[in-house]
């Protein structure tokens, strides 16, 4: 999973990890960081659960200022579901009166593969706070989104080393009407990365989610076909930010977005970790930036010759 750090923020406030092994009352005030409560289930000196550190969590700080939350280690999340941390939070929602951000599968490589974190059906946390503004998910495994409606939501990221199919029909048959952003990351067939192109043909004509500025469409294996479809997609003309990083994404794929519908009105295009030629890259720079579109084709990436038949690897998969 290299490619992938916890979080530094969330709502624009900094990540800060509960010292649920002291008894310490927090320096920070509830609602000026995002709080990140995890636990390491390896770590001998201490046996607390996440609901023994989230409780102490509650009683340490003031529930009702808390405006972001970040769900770490539950404990071995490669065999406990994310409902275990996400049913909790739902029962402190009568004290969590603040909340506005929840991320849930905050962890490196070295806690837990993201294919390994055993997801849930996320939506339950769009049930019980009708006022939350950011949903963010990190693993792919048993994750669920039920078809939602949510009249606050403006940014949703789902990020996955396989995102199912079923995962985005989810999200793309929700009432999401003040959605501004979303970013998914759609992986590799081989760690449950089952949806293509078609599946995305909602999004891309602009009819699902109006207010959506900032569409990420990443960590794909198939970006060239997902450069191409974007290229001509009505939903295009709303954006101000478009993102396919991290994936497969060679010269065809970036020929087809340049002789597609004019990128010039976007304030940025992130293409890093791809694996385009240096005339592509000067190309596409040479387009865009004299018109004030902030261009990232930053890590160059080499094809392996045991990676299929062009070598080719997105930048995080298991």
Request: proline letters at 5%; aromatic letters at 6%; charged letters at 25%.
């Amino acid at each position: 999973m290299s490619g992938v750090d916890h979080l530094h923020e969330l709502l624009g406030l900094p990540a800060v990890d509960f010292r649920h092994a002291t008894n310490e009352a927090p320096a920070q005030a509830a609602d000026a960081v995002a709080w990140r409560i995890t636990v390491d289930p390896y770590d001998d000196e201490s046996e607390m659960t996440w609901e023994q550190a989230f409780q102490a969590f509650l009683a340490a700080v003031d529930p009702a200022g808390v405006r972001a939350l970040i769900i770490g280690q539950w404990g071995e999340s490669y065999e406990e579901t994310s409902s275990y941390p996400i049913d909790l939070v739902i029962a402190a929602a009568d004290r969590l009166t603040s909340l506005e951000a929840v991320f849930v599968g905050d962890m490196t490589a070295e806690e837990n593969e993201i294919s390994w974190i055993e997801q849930s059906d996320v939506t339950a946390l769009l049930r019980a706070f009708p006022d939350l503004l950011e949903l963010g998910v990190r693993g792919g495994t048993d994750l669920e989104f039920s078809p939602s409606k949510h009249e606050r939501l403006r940014s949703l990221t789902i990020e996955t080393g396989g995102l199912p199919a079923g995962v985005i029909r989810g999200i793309l048959d929700s009432e999401l009407p003040a959605l501004e952003r979303l970013d998914l990351w759609l992986g590799v067939s081989e760690y449950g990365g089952d949806a293509d192109v078609a599946d995305l043909a909602p999004l891309l004509s602009g009819s699902r989610f109006p207010r959506l500025h900032h569409l990420g469409l990443r960590n794909s294996e198939v970006q060239n076909e997902i450069a191409t479809a974007v290229a001509g997609a009505p939903v295009v003309a709303q954006l101000r930010t478009l993102d396919l990083s991290h994936g497969t994404l060679g010269d065809e794929g970036a020929a087809a977005l340049l002789e597609g519908q004019p990128l010039t009105h976007l304030e940025r295009l992130d293409l890093h970790h791809h694996f385009l030629t240096a005339p592509m890259e000067r190309r596409i720079k040479e387009a865009l930036e004299p018109h004030g579109v902030q261009v990232d084709v930053s890590e160059r990436e080499e094809p392996w010759d045991d990676r299929g038949a062009e070598g080719r690897y997105t930048a995080v998969s298991e």
